[in-house]
C-alpha cells in the first residue's frame, strides 16, 4: 500500500470518530508552543494540552526566526495567544554544529544558513530574547524550556536577565 | 494554580510512563509534514501516524516560507527525509484577507507580511511547487491536502502541471 492510500485510509478512520468539530479558532488555553521539528516530539502529550488549546509553531531547532515572530504575532493579534513556551530539546541535530560543517556534509547548500547553536539552553534564551524585544509581542509572557526526548522530562530554562 | 505548574505537573505525569526513549531522531517514516499552528489541528491523529515517524513543521497559514524550506533541507539531509506533505485546512485565519486588511486590524504592524492568501487550494499549490523547485529538495516527493477542522476528514489537492 503507498503512503497515500495509508494516509487516507488512517485518515477515513480518524475522520469516522471525530469529535473535534466543535473547537474553536483561538486557542482556548490562550497558549502558543514554539519547538522543533523533531518527530519524538509530541507537542501536546508531553505538556498535558488537548487539541484546541495551544497554537503550535515548529521549525528545525525550535529557532526563533523571522517566521515564527510572524506567526505568534498572527496567534495573538488575530487568536488571542497570551502566553508562549519556547521549548528547545535535547539531542537536536542544529546543536553543537556550525554552518561551515554542515555545508561541508550537504552538497549544493553553500549560503544556506542552516542556524546552528552552540548552546541548546543559550539558544532558548535567545528565543526568548527575541520574543520579549519584538513590540508587536509586547504583552506575550514568553517563557523557555528543554524536553529531553531521552526521558519525556521538561524542565524551565532561566530567561530572567 | 499557575500555567507553569500545570504544565509541570502533567509533564511529570507523562514522563512517568514515557516509553519514547528509544525512538531514533531520523523520522521513522521517512517523512515531513508541513502545516498550519491551528490548534484544532492534531498531525499524528489526523494522519495515523506515531511519535517519531515524522518530522513536524508548522507556521501561520502552512505557508512554505524560506524558514520551512531551511527546515525540510534539515530534515532531507540530516534526517533523511524522503516525502513531505504540505496540508493546509480550512476556516484559516489567514484565507481570503490582504496584509492591507490585517495591517489596519494590528496597530504596529505597518510592513509586516502576514502572508495572507485568497484561495486556500491556491496557497497549498505553491507550497509544493516552491519544495520541487528547490535543488537541495530535488529528491524528495511533495503532495498537497487540506484538512478539513469541520469534519476531520483529510483530502489531496491537485498539484501536477
Redesign the interface.
Known amino acids: 500500500m503507498s ?2 492510500d ?10 469516522a ?2 469529535g ?2 466543535e ?1 474553536a ?5 490562550g ?2 508552543v514554539v519547538t522543533c ?6 507537542p ?6 488537548a ?11 525550535a529557532r526563533v ?4 515572530l ?2 505568534l ?3 495573538r ?3 488571542g495567544m497570551r ?1 508562549t ?1 519556547v521549548v528547545g530539546h535535547t ?1 537536536c ?2 546543536e553543537g554544529r556550525t554552518n561551515e560543517e ?1 555545508r561541508a ?2 552538497p ?2 553553500d549560503g ?4 546552528p547553536f552552540a548552546d541548546l539552553e543559550e539558544s532558548v534564551r535567545e528565543g526568548v530574547r527575541r520574543i520579549r524585544a519584538l ?2 509581542l509586547a504583552d506575550v509572557e514568553a ?1 523557555g524550556w528543554v524536553y529531553e ?6 524542565r ?1 530554562v532561566e530567561t530572567q536577565p
Open positions: 503512503l497515500r495509508e494516509v487516507l485510509r488512517a485518515n477515513a478512520a480518524f475522520a470518530e471525530f473535534g468539530g473547537l479558532r483561538p486557542p482556548a488555553r497558549l502558543a521539528i523533531d518527530g519524538r516530539i509530541d501536546l502529550a508531553v505538556l498535558g494540552l487539541p484546541g488549546d495551544a497554537n503550535v509553531l515548529r521549525n528545525a531547532g526566526t523571522d517566521d515564527v510572524r506567526s504575532v498572527v496567534s493579534h488575530l487568536l502566553e513556551l539531542d541535530g542544529l554542515l556534509g550537504v549544493g547548500s544556506l544558513d542552516f542556524l513590540p508587536l517563557t526526548v531521552e526521558t519525556g522530562r521538561l524551565e
